[in-house]
């Protein structure tokens, strides 16, 4: 590496070819981020899939408010909110609706979670030559790869047809989270020469079931641990089509690509830290707060670290506090709140319980720290990562499964959307990236340069 840097200057000079003067952002008026300046999203495309609203626009003005989700026009809220025993798990049903449009009547239901458990098979030896084979650290990279590899074994991998479309994203969403702990293991294994434990999926099994099933050594979990798994699927199947994984997908598709490189990317999408990634930033503040805070209950204490951490002399130097803030929700997350209130249910009464009071407390003095430190007193509100992470551990899922089942959940959102952007779309997305040069270089041949 050495000396590949003294031979290409690119090294050296990495940052200075490839910045451009900040004025031209201004001057062209470039949506940096695709965002206006008040920080609404620009207007790329129309769904019928999901709304995520966080703010009203009124005379030009934007205006907090209230979170809301909805699927297919159907609150999550209403959706997760049937407890009782006969109703325990939704992913399912929510993959359904996300799909199809509308809610499945019992008997349809039945029959789709029948099409799904028939697909979790994978090609004969697949898992030894191509999970188990040159298993990278990260099982997002993993996923992706995998979701690439299994398009040599589709005879109709370049079929572009409806039929074709359903079939690889039905198979994609019932495989993926058990290609996702067959990895785990086989990490594991590489790299911690450690067992490595392949348990059979039990037909019969939703989702969630299925997971901890196969990742738990004694196979067994609580029909709590259960039902707050399948909480989690559902808030991260789907998000609209504005968030960078969807819109990737919106992207790749609209190219008339297959499905196999599209759903790769849009996996490469959500594991950047700036996306579904953000969750182990989180998890890594949280866990220095725990550690630098000597009395949890003491929110002086807790407000002096988070004021540290905002005047960027501690955790990793930014000045933010991860969990808080999100790109469209101002006064709430509907995510965050579900998954709080679970969280809460699993929590109370056992080890875990001093640990979500502090994740409270960061929550609700973030605000009044960032507001006293910085003098910012923009609308911010807890997002779903300061809770999720938390959950994941309550259940004993590593952290490296955290990411891999944001993208397991997502699967069904992704494919609702290339659906839509087969349909709907029907031309290539092509923004526009403005020039900044003016005029035309002089050429000089290679001896007079």
């Known amino acids: 590496m050495q000396e590949e840097e003294k031979k290409i200057a690119l090294y050296e000079n990495f940052k200075t070819i490839n910045s451009i003067d900040p004025a031209y952002y201004e001057q062209y008026d470039v949506k940096r981020g695709l965002r206006n300046a008040d920080g609404t999203g620009v207007v790329a495309g129309l769904t019928n899939i999901a709304n995520v609203h966080g703010y009203v626009v009124s005379d030009n003005e934007k205006i907090a408010d209230e979170g809301h989700l909805r699927y297919r026009g159907y609150d999550v809220y209403d959706l997760l909110g049937d407890q009782s025993a006969e109703h325990r ?19 349809q239901l039945d029959r789709f979670i029948e099409v799904l458990d028939g697909q979790r098979e994978l090609p004969d030896g697949f ?23 299994l398009y040599a074994y589709d005879p109709d991998a370049e079929d572009r047809s409806a039929h074709h479309e359903i079939h690889t ?9 058990r290609i996702m702990v067959l990895t785990y293991y086989a990490k594991r294994a590489r790299y911690n020469n450690e067992s490595m434990i392949m348990h059979r999926f039990i037909p019969g099994q939703s989702t969630a079931e299925t997971i901890l099933s196969m990742l738990r050594p004694d196979r067994q979990f609580t029909p709590e641990e259960a039902r707050m798994l399948d909480v989690m699927l559902c808030l991260h199947a789907e998000h609209g089509g504005g968030n960078n994984s969807t819109f990737t997908t919106r992207v790749l ?14 996996i490469g999408s959500l594991k950047g830290w700036k996306h579904g990634g953000a969750n182990h930033q989180v998890l890594a503040m949280q866990q220095e707060i725990k550690e630098h805070v000597a009395d949890w209950s003491d929110e002086g204490q807790v407000a002096d670290y988070l004021a540290k951490i905002v005047r960027k002399e501690a ?12 790109a469209v929700y101002t006064k709430s997350d509907p995510r965050a709140i579900i998954c709080k209130q679970f969280a809460e249910g699993l ?13 409270k407390s960061i929550e609700r003095l ?20 300061m809770y999720s992470g ?37 031309r290539i997305i092509r923004p526009a990236y403005k020039s900044t040069r003016s005029g035309k270089r002089d050429y000089a041949a290679m001896e007079e340069r």
């Open 347 to 359: 929590a109370v009464g056992t080890e875990f319980e001093a640990e979500f009071n502090l994740l």
């Open 169 to 177: 994203a039905i198979s994609l969403i019932s495989r993926l989270p």
């Open 390 to 426: 938390f959950v994941y551990s309550m259940m004993g899922i590593p952290e490296d499964l955290f990411t891999p089942l944001f993208a397991c959940a997502r699967m069904s959102g992704w494919a609702a959307h290339r659906f839509e952007e087969i349909v709907s779309g029907k």
């Open 253 to 266: 598709t609209s190219s008339d690509t297959d499905p196999y490189s599209t759903y790769a990317g849009a």
């Open 127 to 149: 898992t030894a030559s191509m999970i188990m084979r040159d298993t990278p650290p990260d099982i997002m990279n993993v996923l992706a790869r995998t979701i690439l590899l």
């Open 89 to 107: 798990f939704n992913f399912e049903e929510v993959s359904y609706l996300l799909l199809m449009g509308e809610l499945p009547t019992r008997e």
């Open 315 to 326: 955790f990793d130097k930014t000045g933010l506090v991860y969990g808080m803030g999100h």
């Open 366 to 385: 973030a605000p009044e720290v960032i507001l006293r430190e910085k003098g910012t007193s923009k609308d911010m509100c807890a997002n779903i990562d």
